[in-house]
């Protein structure tokens, strides 16, 4: 059974960055798409990326313009998300979830981890 937990997450001043890790145990990543998703205060779940589960292309929101990255480390079977230049309305709960196993992006995601808080204030 595949487990994620998030972590990273924390206060930082705009323009900023911010590296958040998405570590799976229980069964290796290759067999997942990744997405991340984030949730404001008051807004709707929305998507930020997702990452086909052999890695080797991601998808961005229009609202990332750039900013973010996602990488996987196999060895570690974690996916980070690399922030950069962050703004205030990047402020959210941010998870990361796992598509049903040898599913890929753009369907669903049937396991989530707990999320880690990203404020972005002065």
């Known amino acids: 059974q595949l487990q994620l937990v998030e972590s990273g997450g924390g206060l930082v001043q705009p323009g900023g960055s911010l590296r958040l890790s998405c570590a799976a145990s229980?069964?290796?990543?290759?067999?997942?798409?990744i997405a991340w998703f984030r949730q404001a205060p008051g807004k709707e779940r929305e998507e930020v990326s997702c990452?086909?589960?052999?890695?080797?292309?991601?998808n961005y929101a229009d609202f990332v313009g750039g900013r973010f990255t996602v990488t996987r480390d196999n060895a570690k079977n974690t996916v980070y998300l690399q922030m950069n230049s962050l703004k205030p309305e990047d402020t959210g709960v941010y998870y990361c979830?796992?598509?049903?196993?040898?599913?890929?992006?753009?369907?669903?995601?049937?396991?989530w981890g707990q999320g880690t808080q990203v404020t972005v204030s002065s």
């Open positions: 979830a796992a598509s049903p196993a040898s599913w890929d992006c753009g369907y669903t995601y049937d396991n």
């Open positions: 229980g069964s290796t990543l290759n067999y997942y798409a």
């Open positions: 990452t086909d589960r052999h890695g080797r292309s991601t």
